[in-house]
């Protein structure tokens, strides 16, 4: 159960999400909604990294 792929898990999130926001919201829902999405995703990078680094991680 440790081997558990959480990129798909939280694609499909991200995705209802912003299904959601455009549906309830409008475009300007969605739009806010998507680049709220990539500040986050940056700032939780460099967190976890302490760089900014947009490559795709390598085991």
Do not use: C, D, H, Y
Not at 4 to 17: E, N, Y
Not at 21 to 38: I, N
Request: hydrophobic share 55%; glycine share 18%.
């Amino acid at each position: 159960m440790n081997n558990i792929q959480w990129t798909p898990i939280i694609g499909m999130a991200v995705g209802l999400v912003l299904g959601m926001a455009g549906a309830f919201g409008g475009l300007g829902a969605f739009l806010l909604v998507l680049v709220l999405g990539a500040v986050g995703f940056l700032i939780g990078r460099v967190v976890e990294t302490g760089e900014i680094n947009l490559s795709p991680r390598r085991k």
